[in-house]
Structure formats: structure tokens, C-alpha cells
């Protein structure tokens, strides 16, 4: 159900309003433990999701999406429910 509303948000993106959804390094949850959520929610390959958690662990933050604010909203409550630290921009 959730993945349906979000390949339809998808889908209805108004281009001018894109933003872009950032993942935020933290101190308290693993290396492995955020790859599985970036596989879970996202649905990246292992590669993808140890790139972007390797990227977020050095730099500090790193884009894990772009779209809709409230396509990206949606993405940043899931993200919030595995205590993941996210923003928009």
C-alpha cells in the first residue's frame, strides 16, 4: 500500500517543486543496521545502499532522494520510524 502511494506521487511530481531528501550521519545506529533500511524503504541494491551509507559516514549527509515534498515527506517518516536522522531541502 505504501509503495503504491509513492510510485503514484511519484508519477504526479510537479518539476518545479522538486527538493531533495538528505540522509544525516548519527553517532548511535550501525553501519549495517542503516543498510537495511536504506534496502528496505528505498529498495536500493546492497551496493547502492553501502554507497550512500558510506558517503553519509564520511561527509556527514548525503541525497538519498529527490522529489515532491510530500513524496519525500512520506520517505522522511519511514525513515523517522527506524530512527533515522533525514531533512529536505
Known amino acids: 500500500m505504501v ?5 503514484k506521487l511519484e508519477q504526479n511530481q510537479d518539476k518545479e517543486a ?3 531528501l ?3 550521519n ?3 545506529n550501525t553501519f549495517e543496521y542503516v543498510l537495511e533500511c ?7 541494491s546492497e551496493e547502492q545502499a553501502y ?11 548525503c ?4 522529489g515532491s515534498p510530500e513524496l519525500l515527506s512520506q520517505y522522511q517518516e519511514e ?5 533515522l536522522s533525514s531533512k529536505i531541502e
Do not use: A, P, W
Open 79 to 83: 525513515l523517522r520510524s527506524c530512527n
Open 51 to 61: 554507497q550512500i551509507t558510506l558517503i553519509t559516514h564520511l561527509r556527514g549527509t
Open 3 to 7: 509503495i503504491e502511494k509513492r510510485k
Open 18 to 20: 522538486i527538493r531533495s
Open 26 to 28: 548519527d553517532n548511535v
Open 22 to 24: 538528505y540522509l544525516i
Open 63 to 66: 541525497i538519498l532522494k529527490t
Open 38 to 44: 536504506l534496502m528496505s524503504i528505498f529498495e536500493f
